[in-house]
């Protein structure tokens, strides 16, 4: 890879890039800045998309038209697997619009009619590099699995259970999703590697400050390895 974009959607996930990465430009579109720089020797580009599906894609095209020619996504979820706990990782394997949903048009929900795929898969190489980055810093606390995306915060334990059940997804975020569709639709590569800030059942107003800043810095350095070793 030529140029690797790194997108996070909130401060917390892209203050620790900051302040390691070596500037040497920015530029402003559309309200997102855009730093462009060296981190470990390699060029990246790196922004902060805001939250939700419509900031994360609009973002993406413009870091794609800015050059990346592969994107990593950090960031926090809300767990839907069972087997995960607050700080555990997740490696997508693929992405998926949870709230898309043309049910009554007899559209699967998640499926976007007339598309040509509604589940995007992420890259094979960024995957196993994200595997490895985790394996290394977090030693039996990460899975690869399906990242839902949808412009809701969940916290109830039965939207849990029906993303589970419907998709078999692993966490719940706000932007994945629709930064794999853009990514697909400019046959660019990428991987989203999100840490669990909560567990999605309502109880995230109690710590989701403390768990997100802690979350954010467990994504930071599997960013930091994978882009070392790319
Ligand atoms: N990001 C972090 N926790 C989340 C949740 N519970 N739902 C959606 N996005 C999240």
Do not use: W
């Amino acid at each position: 890879f030529n140029k690797i974009g790194i997108i996070g959607a909130m401060v917390e996930e892209i203050e620790l890039l900051h302040k390691h990465t070596e500037v040497a430009s920015e530029v402003t579109k559309a309200g997102i800045t855009y730093y462009e720089g060296k981190l470990h020797g390699k060029e990246v580009v790196y922004c902060k998309s805001g939250v939700g599906k419509v900031n994360a894609a609009v973002c993406t095209q413009i870091m794609l038209d800015l050059g990346a020619d592969c994107v990593l996504f950090t960031g926090v979820a809300g767990a839907v697997d069972p087997r995960l706990n607050i700080g555990d990782i997740v490696v997508s394997t693929s992405s998926i619009q949870h709230d898309m949903d043309c049910s009554p048009l007899g559209f699967a929900r998640g499926t976007i009619p007339f598309h040509n795929r509604s589940e995007f898969p992420a890259d094979e190489r960024l995957i196993e590099l994200a595997v490895s980055a985790s394996d290394r810093l977090f030693p039996g606390r990460s899975l690869k699995g399906i990242v839902l995306s949808g412009d809701q915060f969940i916290a109830s334990r039965e939207t849990v259970k029906l993303l589970h059940d419907t998709f078999e997804g692993a966490c719940a975020e706000m932007e994945g999703a629709s930064v794999a569709q853009v990514c697909d639709m400019n046959g660019i590569p990428y991987v989203v590697i999100r840490s669990m800030s909560d567990k999605a059942d309502g109880s995230a107003h109690v710590n989701f400050a403390e768990f997100t800043i802690q979350a954010a810095n467990n994504s930071y350095r599997i960013i930091d390895d994978m882009v070392k070793h790319i």
